[in-house]
């Protein structure tokens, strides 16, 4: 009889120290990837997959026995060390190999774990793609013991990694920048400073302010986690006291960043989607940009300015890589913070996005509390607004039935999103908890944005 392993789950790895995620079960989830990439063909130790871990104290001790897994699975290991997630995707796509996992619980509470799998090109292993295949190996069980074992080496790609990075921005058109950069005790300190000797080498005036900066497993100033306001004070204190440019917080594995402005002010990511757009336009016209259908007027009105052409995608990592994929897209960008890059594999960075912001200023020769005033101001919105409600589905009729007849548009991408003339609202499902996510924007108007949210929360709270 199998066990049934409640850490799976539909994009990635996730469960309880002891109760849902050991040792034991990481070595058959490697045994499990393993027997999955063997099984596709190829001779024996023929395939190598890199293997990476946040700086959780459980997380070194699941990478090794991953490893295990995947060396008696007849599959070569690259140890990369202490890791970002993107490191991950970086080194799989980089090195040509089969596969990629970076062992991380990203912003999850400290008893928890997890693990991000990629297959070749760094393309995501979702349970369309994989991952519950290698949940149902791996709760059965019951794998083979000819197979010759797979070879372990331990190796640096970091250099590689921040080379690639500085390719996204013209050295030269950067100008004395002071930037405060908060790892939260989490896995971005070392890119930080190997970015900062890179600076120096190259003669780039970027001055960090580092806070929070030593990685620890422990987290003592709380779990890296920007998203939430309770999280925010210790950079937007830092902008204010060193007068910097701006700041930058990261979440754990530092796959996304979060800006402040030169006042110490949060940006929502919607309104820096449109900023990663307008770069890569003023540089590459007529390219394709995906965006989520969340919040959408910005971006829709900031590619178009641009010469380039949007393009809107299903919310969440594997259906925006996909999408981009297909529509050959330069960026996509998600409000959440997450942001993805054709030249990274598709894959979403905390790196490259901050990046490109600091040259953008410099070009324009504008704080960045300046390119957002605009364009907030005309696209006002409260951010994500989470109801619990006891059925989801009545929910969304009730909303359904008021406004649907007097709605320009309804569609159904993700969620619902219905557009009127002057105001527009996306309503969605939560994937694990029982809520329904509202966004909503309107062109200009602060007050129907005000009237339209309360009426729509007490029909969805009704």
């Not at 971006?299 to 380039?308: F, H, L, P, S």
């Not at 619902?416 to 329904?436: A, G, H, M, V, Y």
């Not at 949210?453 to 009704?462: A, P, S, V």
């Amino acid at each position: 009889m199998s066990d049934t392993l409640s850490c799976f789950k539909a994009y990635d790895i996730r469960g309880q120290l002891g109760s849902e995620l050991d040792k034991d079960i990481a070595y058959r989830i490697g045994r499990a990837f393993g027997e999955l990439l063997v099984k596709e063909g190829g001779a024996p130790c023929s395939k190598t997959v890199v293997v990476g871990g946040d700086i959780r104290h459980s997380s070194e001790e699941l990478k090794l026995a991953l490893a295990d897994g995947l060396m008696d699975s007849s599959v070569n290991v690259i140890d990369i060390g202490m890791t970002g997630t993107e490191e991950i995707y970086f080194a799989t796509h980089h090195l040509q190999l089969a596969g990629g996992v970076e062992v991380t619980a990203s912003h999850n509470p400290i008893d928890y774990n997890g693990m991000k799998l990629v297959r070749e090109h760094a393309k995501p292993v979702s349970g369309d793609t994989g991952l519950f295949e290698i949940k149902h190996l791996a709760e059965l069980n019951d794998f083979r013991s000819d197979l010759p074992k797979g070879s372990y080496e331990q190796y640096s790609n970091l250099s590689a990694y921040v080379e690639h990075l500085l390719t996204y921005i013209d050295n030269a058109k950067i100008k004395p920048l002071r930037l405060v950069v908060n790892s939260g005790n989490g896995a971005a300190g070392h890119v930080v400073d190997e970015l900062e000797s890179a600076f120096s080498r190259f003669n780039v005036p970027i001055e960090f302010i580092k806070v929070h900066h030593d990685a620890d497993g422990d987290f003592p100033n709380g779990i890296p986690n920007p998203l939430l306001p309770e999280c925010r004070a210790d950079t937007s204190k830092a902008v204010i006291e060193y007068r910097a440019d701006f700041g930058i917080a990261w979440d754990g594995d530092f796959d996304r960043c979060f800006l402040f402005d030169e006042s110490g002010e949060f940006i929502e990511g919607y309104y820096i989607v449109g900023l990663l757009a307008e770069a890569f336009l003023q540089k590459r016209p007529s390219e394709k940009i995906i965006h989520d259908p969340r919040l959408t007027w910005n971006t829709i009105d900031m590619v178009e300015a641009n010469g380039g052409t949007a393009v809107m995608s299903k919310t969440g990592h594997a259906f925006i890589k996909e999408r981009m994929r297909k529509e050959d897209a330069i960026y996509g960008g998600e409000m959440s913070a997450h942001h993805y890059f054709r030249d990274f594999a598709y894959c979403d960075s905390g790196m490259i996005p901050w990046l490109l912001i600091a040259e953008l200023l410099c070009v324009k020769g504008k704080p960045l509390s300046e390119l957002v005033k605009e364009r907030i101001a005309a696209f006002p919105s409260p951010g994500e607004i989470n109801s619990i409600v006891d059925d989801a589905d009545v929910a969304i009729e009730r909303v359904l039935a008021r406004y649907r007849n007097d709605a320009c548009l309804l569609d159904g991408t993700d969620g619902i999103s219905l557009e009127f003339d002057i105001w527009r609202f996306n309503l969605r499902k939560s994937n694990t908890e029982p809520l329904l996510r509202l966004n909503i924007e309107s062109r200009g108007d602060r007050q129907l944005l005000k009237a339209k949210t309360n009426e729509l929360l007490r029909l969805i709270r009704q």
